[in-house]
């Protein structure tokens, strides 16, 4: 059984950092890609980065709202993908997804693309 699991979630400061992890189970991790998400109360999801399977290169990809702040990152052997959150701010209070696609494991955008999702973690902003 696919099984995707996010952890990390806390309440941090502004200008501080988090790091989420995303544990799989139930397949072969390397040959999917993995997108991060985020949804706020009342607002829709939004697609935060994603980072393609290994086998394709282990490419990235963010949201212009988090270049330069958030790094993905996987460890096959683990079957845990990461998101590193820099510098963190107000707005990206919300909680986080990841979600797996493939193979081929290609890095998107669009959520549809997904199969598989975890429940989420919770990541609030507080000062």
């Known amino acids: 059984q696919t099984q995707l699991a996010e952890s990390g979630g806390a309440s941090v400061q502004p200008g501080g950092s988090l790091r989420l992890s995303c544990t799989a189970s139930g397949y072969a991790f390397g040959f999917y890609a993995i997108g991060w998400f985020r949804q706020a109360p009342g607002k829709d999801r939004e697609f935060v980065g994603c980072?393609?399977?290994?086998?394709?290169?282990?490419?990235?990809s963010y949201a212009d709202s988090v270049k330069g702040r958030f790094t993905i990152s996987r460890d096959d052997a683990k079957n845990t993908a990461y998101l590193q959150m820099n510098s963190l701010k107000p707005q990206d209070a919300a909680r986080y997804f990841c979600?797996?696609?493939?193979?081929?494991?290609?890095?998107?955008?669009?959520?549809?693309?997904?199969?598989?999702w975890g429940q989420g973690t919770q990541v609030t902003l507080s000062s």
């Open positions: 980072i393609s399977a290994s086998s394709g290169g282990g490419s990235t």
């Open positions: 979600a797996s696609e493939g193979p081929p494991g290609d890095c998107l955008l669009d959520d549809n693309a997904y199969d598989y």
